[in-house]
């Protein structure tokens, strides 16, 4: 058998954020969850704290008519708030 030393492991590298990942990420801090997602990831979060992420994307794709990632993304740029927070 082959051991596996701890200092051997490299870390992953981090991808770039994809649209999804910052829209995911702006209603985590609004919603007062990202700083539980910088502690533990994403699968760190439970079940109802998931849930309420994706109900509240939702939400704000429905409430401005849109029907996708992408429409939102293209309302933002319209507006100008393409900021980070």
């Known amino acids: ?13 981090k991808k770039p954020l994809t649209p999804i990942d910052k829209f995911k990420i702006e ?13 533990v990831g994403w699968a760190g979060l439970s079940s109802a704290e998931t ?15 849109l029907k996708n990632l992408d429409e ?6 319209k507006r100008g708030n393409t900021s980070k927070k």
Do not use: P
């Not at 209603?27 to 502690?39: M, P, S, T, Y």
């Not at 849930?51 to 008519?65: F, I, P, S």
């Open 27 to 39: 209603v985590a801090k609004e919603l007062g969850l990202w700083d539980k997602v910088k502690q």
């Open 1 to 13: 058998m082959r051991k596996v030393n701890k200092s051997s492991k490299t870390k992953k590298k």
């Open 72 to 77: 939102y993304q293209a309302s933002r740029a």
């Open 51 to 65: 849930g309420q992420v994706g109900g509240y994307m939702t939400r704000k794709l429905r409430e401005k008519n």
